[in-house]
């Protein structure tokens, strides 16, 4: 069964070798016999000086050079011209004998010559007994017995040798954590390569560039060798993944070919069977170099058309063009043409370091291999254990000797340094610009507020193109918010009859969209839906209460006025008058007394009709079943009262009975009402219903009941009949 590791374990175990392998580069700098002298090939003076040998620019305090009695080795002003060993072998010293890379030597013959010339210095200064020291100052050479230290102290190491060493780390960490993301996919392996062979070649160049003054001949040359290879593997690992990413090249038969050719350049230089390191070396990493740009252009013309691989090409290509091509153009080839390198090799590895860090950017603003800020975390995460750990080993080592203590300082040290320098690098590397959000609720609520038309469409355009400053936008297609094309594009759909839109490109073009970005778009559409509905509900509440008031104005205040026209009594006007400005501001404040029981409001009704039918000489019939002191809820009592009002009013105004007939039946829960007159009723079926029965209808259906007009010539019978709440009649 096939076991399969996750991304922190992969990663972490790949640190840990990387480090182990770190910690064996450092031992190998460290065991070697020190001096304590800072040898220079030419001296850093303003006037040029001649001079033999190798020029002491200083000496280390503390070291075994520093120790010599009486005025000691003099330093900025001297050369060391020649060392001996306790057994008489003397090794008179050139300016060679500090060639920082021996490749850059014209022959392998040449840098056979140098190899071994380094293992007699190396021998020479492991003579048992100490070494004499031959140095030229003012034109006499004076003789220092020195015995070497065994090991050479961390602190003696340059800058240089960390530059290397943390470049080789860097190159390799970062291929491996987005390898460990991806490990499935050709691309990120052989990025994965590519760091690896980075890390082949920076530490042992970290080595032999950074020493005092020689390293055994065999060392040096297995070095050296290993130095060629992490090279190699460098160009394989990047040629292969041009060929791959972003879009495919060739078919994976041809992944191999770069191997092929490069292992066996790589045998060639091993074997020694060109003319010198130019051929069998330099050519090569030069030919890569060009191979990799001509990737690059052609990438860049398969990618026409797309994006977001041209985005993802404009950032690595640029990345490793400007990275690798920097050390080729400052080391490599002026190595290959005999002129000696630029700057120095520790310094120029640094460029392979922008490859890499533009590898990780690339991840956080354009998503590179479709990673995103998820993966910041994964690697955030490990290199917090990897501090605890260290910390840990580094506390026991040093001061606290109980593994218990050592721990929880350990802890201590990483939540209040690492964890806060975590969060600062996120923003730093991801700098997700948040959008204000109560600047994005205003907007909402003024496109929720505004009248639906072409003004609220364009609030909704706005509010889109504040929240996330895209490219383009465009009227789309969606049914809920999502990422188009890895994160080209943003769907977002327009809630409650507003457009739906498509974003193209992020940020004006700088990134792409991500899963926070389609979070943000379903929470302002939810929002905005929300409040939609919200202002929809609150018109339509308002709508219904312009409609009661509309119809109770029209079934009570009218029949009530009319009643008034028709009294022949000015104090009964009068008095008529005051009760419809009541009810009238009854109506406008749907505040009618909610403790009038049934009996009660029917008794009041019946005679306000009593009195309307009087005036008008017509007989009335009042019936009233099972009314009690049943509480009625409002919107009964005004339909009731409504019903009545109005079939009488226009039993009056258009029937010319002798005699109106009301029933009101209360069975349970069920209010059942009968206005009957003797008049010349009408067709309903020819005649157009009026604003009058238009209201008794609605008024009884919205509480879920029947209506029902009879009329012929006979007379009119309107009846109703609707439920009222149970729970507020009073047993």
């Known amino acids: ?34 001096l304590g002298l800072k040898l220079a090939a030419e001296p850093r003076l303003a006037i040029p000086v001649s001079f033999d040998g190798l020029w002491i620019d200083a000496i280390e305090q503390d070291s075994p050079a520093a120790e010599q009695p009486g005025a000691g080795i003099p330093a900025s002003v001297a050369s060391l011209v020649e060392i001996a060993g306790s057994d008489g072998r003397r090794v008179r010293l050139e300016p ?62 340059p800058v240089a040798f960390w530059m290397q060493i943390g470049v080789g780390l860097a190159g390799f960490w970062i291929g491996a954590w987005i390898w460990a993301l991806r490990r499935g996919e ?56 041009f060929l791959v990413y972003p879009r495919r090249l060739v078919s994976p038969r041809w992944l ?142 040093t001061i606290v000797d109980e593994r218990a203590p050592a721990f929880a300082l350990s802890l201590l040290i990483v939540a209040l340094a690492w964890l806060p320098l975590r969060d600062m690098l996120a923003r730093l590397v991801l700098r997700r610009a948040e959008p204000a959000r109560g600047n994005l609720f205003r907007q909402v609520m003024d496109v929720a507020l505004t009248p639906p038309g072409r003004d609220q469409q364009a609030r909704w355009r706005a509010l889109l193109e504040d929240a996330f400053r895209p490219l383009s936008i465009a009227p789309g ?77 029209h079934d009570n205040i009218g029949v009530q006025l009319m009643g008034a026209l028709h009294s022949p009594g000015l104090a009964r006007k009068d008095m008529m008058i005051r009760e419809t400005l009541t009810d009238l501001r009854d109506i406008i404040n749907n505040a009618s007394n909610p403790d009038l029981s049934f009996d009660e409001m029917l008794a009041d009704l019946r005679s306000q009709i009593s009195e309307h039918l009087f005036a008008a000489g017509v007989k009335m019939k009042w019936t009233v079943e099972n009314a009690g002191s049943a509480i009625l809820p409002l919107t009964a009592a005004h339909t009731v009262r409504s019903v009545v009002r109005e079939a009488v009013q226009n039993a009056l105004k258009h029937g010319q009975p002798e005699t109106i007939s009301v029933t009101v039946r209360l069975e349970g829960d069920i209010i059942k009402l009968s206005v009957t007159d003797d008049g010349a009723g009408f067709d309903p079926g020819s005649v157009q219903a009026g604003n009058g029965l238009a209201n008794m209808q609605a008024r009884v259906t919205s509480l879920g009941g029947r209506f029902n007009v009879a009329s012929g010539a006979g007379g009119t019978r309107i009846e109703a009949e609707f439920a009222i709440d149970v729970a507020r009649i009073a047993q």
């Open 96 to 157: 060679g004998d500090l060639v920082e890379e021996p490749d850059a030597l014209e022959t392998y013959a040449d840098m056979r010559a140098f190899f071994a010339r380094q293992d007699e210095i190396a021998a020479v200064l492991r003579s048992i007994g100490g070494v004499e020291l031959g140095v030229a100052f003012l034109g006499q050479t004076q003789t220092y017995s020195v015995s070497p230290g065994r090991q050479r102290p961390v602190s003696s190491l």
């Open 256 to 397: 191999a070919v770069p191997t092929v050719v490069l292992g066996a350049w790589q045998i060639v230089d091993i074997r020694q069977l060109a003319g010198g390191p130019g051929l069998g070396f330099h050519l090569a990493v030069v030919l890569a170099m060009l191979t990799i740009v001509i990737l690059v252009a052609i990438q860049f013309k398969v990618t026409r058309g797309h994006p977001r691989d041209r985005a993802a090409l404009a950032w690595l290509g640029l990345a490793v063009i400007v990275g690798a091509g920097g050390f080729v153009v400052t080391v490599i080839a002026p190595n290959a043409l005999g002129i000696g390198a630029v700057v120095s090799q520790g310094e120029a590895f640094l460029f392979f370091l922008l490859v890499y860090v533009g590898v990780a950017l690339g991840v956080a603003r354009y998503r590179l291999f479709q990673l995103d800020e998820w993966a910041f975390r994964i690697l955030f995460y490990v290199v917090g254990v990897l501090l605890l750990l260290a910390l840990d080993a580094i506390l026991i080592v």
């Open 186 to 241: 050709w691309a990120t392996r052989f990025l994965l390569v590519a760091g690896a062979g980075l890390m082949i070649s920076a530490f042992p160049a970290a080595v032999y560039s950074t020493r005092e003054l020689a390293l055994p001949g065999g060392l040096f040359r297995v070095l050296s060798t290993f130095n060629h290879i992490g090279a190699l593997t460098f160009g394989v690992g990047m040629i292969g993944l």
């Open 1 to 34: 069964m096939l076991v399969r590791f996750t991304p922190n374990v992969l990663l972490s175990t790949a640190i840990a070798l990387s480090v182990a392998l770190a910690a064996v580069m450092l031992g190998l700098a460290m065991d070697q016999r020190w």
């Open 477 to 553: 297609k969606a049914e809920a918010p999502a990422l188009i094309d890895d994160g080209l594009a943003l769907a977002v759909p327009g809630p409650r009859g507003l457009p739906d839109y498509r974003l193209d490109y992020a940020g004006g073009g700088r990134k792409l969209f991500s899963l926070r970005d389609a979070e943000l778009a379903a929470e302002l559409t939810a929002m905005l839906a929300n409040a939609l509905e919200s202002r929809e509900a609150y018109e339509k509440g308002v709508a219904e209460e312009r409609e009661r008031i509309a119809r109770d104005i």
